[in-house]
Protein backbone atom coordinates (compact mmCIF):
# COMPACT_ATOMS: atom_id res chain seq x y z
CA UNK A 1 0.00 0.00 0.00
CA UNK A 2 0.80 3.57 -0.31
CA UNK A 3 -0.24 6.72 -0.19
CA UNK A 4 -0.81 9.86 -1.98
CA UNK A 5 -2.93 13.48 -1.12
CA UNK A 6 -6.46 13.21 -1.73
CA UNK A 7 -8.46 14.85 -4.48
CA UNK A 8 -11.66 16.09 -5.87
CA UNK A 9 -11.75 12.36 -7.45
CA UNK A 10 -11.35 10.66 -4.23
CA UNK A 11 -14.81 12.33 -2.71
CA UNK A 12 -17.32 8.55 -4.20
CA UNK A 13 -14.57 6.36 -3.01
CA UNK A 14 -14.07 7.71 0.67
CA UNK A 15 -17.78 7.75 1.12
CA UNK A 16 -17.75 3.87 0.74
CA UNK A 17 -15.84 4.59 3.97
CA UNK A 18 -17.07 7.10 5.63
CA UNK A 19 -21.01 6.65 4.42
CA UNK A 20 -20.44 2.82 5.59
CA UNK A 21 -22.11 1.98 9.23
CA UNK A 22 -20.47 -0.83 9.60
CA UNK A 23 -16.91 1.53 8.63
CA UNK A 24 -17.50 4.31 11.10
CA UNK A 25 -19.19 2.11 13.85
CA UNK A 26 -15.89 3.04 15.80
CA UNK A 27 -15.66 6.49 14.49
CA UNK A 28 -17.25 9.22 16.83
CA UNK A 29 -19.65 10.16 13.88
CA UNK A 30 -22.87 8.91 12.00
CA UNK A 31 -22.01 8.12 8.84
CA UNK A 32 -21.63 11.01 6.65
CA UNK A 33 -23.06 12.10 3.24
CA UNK A 34 -21.49 12.54 -0.08
CA UNK A 35 -21.37 16.12 0.33
CA UNK A 36 -19.65 15.72 4.16
CA UNK A 37 -17.61 13.40 2.49
CA UNK A 38 -16.56 16.37 -0.72
CA UNK A 39 -16.59 19.02 2.52
CA UNK A 40 -13.64 16.96 4.31
CA UNK A 41 -11.53 17.15 0.78
CA UNK A 42 -11.74 20.40 0.16
CA UNK A 43 -10.59 20.80 3.60
CA UNK A 44 -7.61 18.33 3.17
CA UNK A 45 -6.99 20.31 -0.06
CA UNK A 46 -6.71 23.71 1.29
CA UNK A 47 -5.41 22.40 4.85
CA UNK A 48 -2.27 20.84 2.46
CA UNK A 49 -1.47 24.42 1.14
CA UNK A 50 -1.47 25.97 4.23
CA UNK A 51 2.18 26.66 5.87
CA UNK A 52 2.97 25.11 8.16
CA UNK A 53 1.22 22.24 7.15
CA UNK A 54 -0.39 20.79 10.01
CA UNK A 55 -2.89 18.49 8.49
CA UNK A 56 -1.95 15.46 6.40
CA UNK A 57 -4.91 13.70 5.52
CA UNK A 58 -4.19 11.10 2.73
CA UNK A 59 -5.55 8.49 0.15
CA UNK A 60 -4.49 5.26 0.97
CA UNK A 61 -3.83 2.83 -2.10
CA UNK A 62 -3.89 -0.62 -2.68
CA UNK A 63 -0.10 -1.64 -3.93
CA UNK A 64 -1.74 -3.81 -6.75
CA UNK A 65 -4.50 -1.89 -8.45
CA UNK A 66 -3.75 1.45 -6.92
CA UNK A 67 -7.59 1.44 -5.81
CA UNK A 68 -8.37 3.81 -3.28
CA UNK A 69 -9.05 1.62 -0.04
CA UNK A 70 -8.45 4.06 2.81
CA UNK A 71 -8.06 7.47 4.51
CA UNK A 72 -4.81 8.21 6.76
CA UNK A 73 -4.62 11.34 8.68
CA UNK A 74 -1.58 12.81 10.95
CA UNK A 75 -2.78 16.05 12.40
CA UNK A 76 0.11 18.31 14.03
CA UNK A 77 -0.80 20.07 17.42
CA UNK A 78 0.51 23.98 16.31
CA UNK A 79 1.40 23.99 20.41
CA UNK A 80 3.46 21.38 20.15
CA UNK A 81 4.92 21.24 16.65
CA UNK A 82 6.63 17.85 17.34
CA UNK A 83 3.81 15.21 18.14
CA UNK A 84 1.22 15.15 16.15
CA UNK A 85 -2.22 12.55 15.88
CA UNK A 86 -2.86 9.69 13.78
CA UNK A 87 -6.05 8.39 12.45
CA UNK A 88 -7.30 5.97 9.80
CA UNK A 89 -9.47 4.29 8.15
CA UNK A 90 -9.80 1.22 5.75
CA UNK A 91 -12.94 -0.09 3.30
CA UNK A 92 -14.68 -3.34 5.76
CA UNK A 93 -13.88 -5.57 2.75
CA UNK A 94 -10.31 -4.98 3.80
CA UNK A 95 -10.33 -5.83 7.16
CA UNK A 96 -8.74 -8.79 8.69
CA UNK A 97 -5.56 -8.96 6.34
CA UNK A 98 -3.26 -7.09 8.50
CA UNK A 99 -3.64 -3.41 6.79
CA UNK A 100 -4.14 -1.72 9.70
CA UNK A 101 -1.04 -2.70 11.40
CA UNK A 102 1.09 -1.74 7.91
CA UNK A 103 -0.65 1.62 7.57
CA UNK A 104 0.05 2.59 11.03
CA UNK A 105 3.98 1.40 10.56
CA UNK A 106 3.61 3.64 7.40
CA UNK A 107 2.29 6.60 9.06
CA UNK A 108 4.89 6.51 11.96
CA UNK A 109 7.45 6.21 9.30
CA UNK A 110 6.07 8.90 7.77
CA UNK A 111 5.92 10.77 10.66
CA UNK A 112 9.09 10.50 12.50
CA UNK A 113 11.40 10.19 9.06
CA UNK A 114 9.71 12.59 6.56
CA UNK A 115 8.02 14.98 9.22
CA UNK A 116 10.70 14.66 11.83
CA UNK A 117 8.46 14.60 15.00
CA UNK A 118 9.25 12.77 18.21
CA UNK A 119 5.82 11.67 19.20
CA UNK A 120 2.50 10.15 17.44
CA UNK A 121 -0.06 9.45 19.31
CA UNK A 122 -3.48 8.05 18.54
CA UNK A 123 -6.96 7.18 19.84
CA UNK A 124 -9.44 4.07 19.31
CA UNK A 125 -12.61 3.26 21.18
CA UNK A 126 -12.59 0.64 23.90
CA UNK A 127 -14.65 -2.11 21.52
CA UNK A 128 -11.93 -1.45 19.01
CA UNK A 129 -9.77 -4.70 19.23
CA UNK A 130 -8.31 -4.81 15.74
CA UNK A 131 -7.21 -1.20 16.25
CA UNK A 132 -5.88 -2.05 19.46
CA UNK A 133 -4.29 -4.57 18.05
CA UNK A 134 -2.59 -2.90 14.49
CA UNK A 135 -1.14 -0.17 17.03
CA UNK A 136 0.71 -2.60 19.44
CA UNK A 137 2.09 -4.72 16.67
CA UNK A 138 3.02 -1.75 14.65
CA UNK A 139 5.05 -0.81 18.07
CA UNK A 140 3.12 2.07 19.80
CA UNK A 141 2.36 1.73 23.33
CA UNK A 142 -1.28 1.81 25.12
CA UNK A 143 -1.00 4.73 27.61
CA UNK A 144 -4.43 4.93 28.91
CA UNK A 145 -7.94 5.83 29.07
CA UNK A 146 -9.57 9.31 28.39
CA UNK A 147 -12.56 9.24 29.93
CA UNK A 148 -15.53 10.62 28.19
CA UNK A 149 -13.64 11.97 25.84
CA UNK A 150 -15.59 11.75 22.71
CA UNK A 151 -19.02 12.94 22.18
CA UNK A 152 -20.34 10.66 19.65
CA UNK A 153 -24.18 10.20 18.60
CA UNK A 154 -24.63 7.55 20.90
CA UNK A 155 -23.14 9.58 23.88
CA UNK A 156 -19.68 10.27 25.33
CA UNK A 157 -17.13 7.48 24.94
CA UNK A 158 -13.47 7.13 26.16
CA UNK A 159 -10.66 6.42 24.48
CA UNK A 160 -7.82 4.49 24.67
CA UNK A 161 -4.42 6.25 23.80
CA UNK A 162 -1.57 4.34 21.86
CA UNK A 163 1.54 6.57 21.26
CA UNK A 164 4.93 5.98 19.83
CA UNK A 165 8.19 8.30 20.41
CA UNK A 166 10.77 8.29 18.09
CA UNK A 167 13.08 7.32 20.55
CA UNK A 168 11.82 3.92 20.80
CA UNK A 169 10.48 3.47 17.95
CA UNK A 170 12.02 0.07 16.17
CA UNK A 171 11.87 1.42 12.96
CA UNK A 172 14.00 4.18 13.28
Keep these: MWLREVVEADIAPLHAIY ?3 AATQHMPFAPRTLEQVADMVREARAAAAREPRLLYALA ?3 AADQELIGTARLRIDAEQPHCAELRLGLRPDHWGRGMGTDLVRLLLG ?3 KQLGLH ?3 GARAPSNLPAQLAMLTAGMVEEGVLRHHVATPDGWR ?3 IHAAVED ?3 GR
Design 19 to 21: GDP
Design 60 to 62: VLD
Design 110 to 112: FGF
Design 119 to 121: RIW
Design 158 to 160: DSV
Design 168 to 170: DWP
